[in-house]
């Protein structure tokens, strides 16, 4: 079952940040938390992941709480090409990535 | 192309037929994952290769379903005397072990079709 709760979809304009929450409060040590996007038709995408510090790679940056209990992921300036579903994910290192229904962001113009 | 890459992308099969599909990964990566997907939902996790080794199965994956690896490369997944509650997506992902475990590139997915 999956870990984590997320809103099951959200707007945001052309331009502006996505900011996309994630509550994983039985989060345990161990465990690290995955953001994954999926558009339309397409296979799953990998974003970013973090432990307990904030991460920021080329596509996002995720803030994840002191008591890591939630996380949101950041698209800075989305565009329509990030209109998809976001997951999120907690994950322990020897386990398998367990899918969510996500979040469904659409992107307007 | 160096991702990972399904065949079929499209198959529709009736009822009781036997069904393949295969996944070639991504060369450099030992693991190889199988998800389904059905409409409206997120992956749900078949099963996963470390090499040619079958290292979990999901209680999901019915007796109906088979997968092998037999090279540690490429991968096949079958299911034999399909369903039509085996209409889905049938994903294949790769990935390093370690550290990069988790992160997982996906192909575009096979679409099945039962009718």
């Known amino acids: 079952d999956a870990k984590t709760t997320q809103p099951p979809s959200m707007d945001c304009a052309e331009g502006r940040a996505a900011n996309l929450p994630c509550n994983h409060s039985?989060?345990?040590?161990?465990?690290?938390v995955y953001w994954y996007r999926q558009i339309h038709s397409q296979g799953p995408q990998y974003i970013i992941h973090?432990?307990?510090n904030n991460e920021t790679n080329e596509m996002a940056s995720l803030i994840i709480t002191e008591d890591r209990k939630s996380s949101t992921l950041i698209l800075p300036h989305a565009t329509l090409r990030d209109t998809a579903v976001y997951y999120c994910?907690?994950?322990?290192?020897?386990?398998?990535?367990?899918f969510g229904k996500g979040t469904m962001l659409l992107v307007s113009p | 192309d160096t991702g990972v890459s399904q065949d079929p992308r499209h198959k529709i099969t009736k009822r009781g037929q036997n069904v393949t599909f295969r996944c070639d990964p991504i060369?450099?990566?030992?693991?190889l994952y199988w998800y389904r997907q059905t409409l409206g939902q997120g992956p749900e996790f078949l099963t996963y290769?470390?090499?040619?080794?079958?290292?979990?199965k999901s209680r999901l994956l019915s007796d109906r379903f088979s997968a092998e690896r037999p090279k540690g490369s490429f991968s096949t997944l079958e299911i034999q005397r399909t369903e039509q509650g085996d209409s889905a997506m049938y994903l294949c992902?790769?990935?390093?072990?370690?550290?990069?475990?988790?992160?997982?590139?996906f192909g575009e997915g096979s679409r099945l079709t039962v009718l």
């Open positions: 992902a790769s990935s390093f072990s370690g550290t990069n475990a988790g992160e997982l590139f």
């Open positions: 060369s450099e990566h030992n693991r």
């Open positions: 039985t989060i345990s040590g161990n465990e690290y």
């Open positions: 290769f470390q090499n040619e080794a079958q290292l979990e």
């Open positions: 973090g432990l307990k």
């Open positions: 994910i907690v994950k322990e290192g020897y386990s398998t990535l367990t």
